[in-house]
Nanobody, 116 residues
Framework: QAQLVESGGGWVQPGGSLRLSCAAS????????MKWYRQAPGKERELVAH??????NYADSVKGRFTISRDNAKNMVFLQMNSLKPEDTADYYCNAKHIYYQTEYWGQGTTVTVSS
């Protein structure tokens, strides 16, 4: 059974850092593109970071502050978030999409709150 489990969310003051982790199981991790999305209260879910042909891509709003990485040996993907702002407050979701097929999995989300 495929599963994505996020962790690492929490409360942080503006300017602080958090590292989100996503542990994958139940599917062949290397066959999937891994992405991080977020959804702020009252807003649509947005793509935050992902890989395209192995190159990381970021939403303009997080470029230079967030870093996505993956460890295929451990079936994990990470999102290092630095210089956090109140507008980064959201539920963050890990997503896995097969590189050839439409098969897609979502995690349950982890909440990040940035406030003073």
């Amino acid at each position: 059974q495929a599963q994505l489990v996020e962790s690492g969310g929490g409360w942080v003051q503006p300017g602080g850092s958090l590292r989100l982790s996503c542990a994958a199981s139940g599917f062949t991790f290397s066959n999937y593109r891994m992405k991080w999305y977020r959804q702020a209260p009252g807003k649509e879910r947005e793509l935050v970071a992902h890989f395209t042909n192995g190159i990381p891509n970021y939403a303009d709003s997080v470029k230079g502050r967030f870093t996505i990485s993956r460890d295929n040996a451990k079936n994990m993907v990470f999102l290092q978030m630095n210089s956090l702002k109140p507008e980064d407050t959201a539920d963050y979701y890990c997503n896995a999409k097969h590189i050839y097929y439409q098969t897609e999995y979502w995690g349950q989300g982890t909440t990040v709150t940035v406030s003073s």
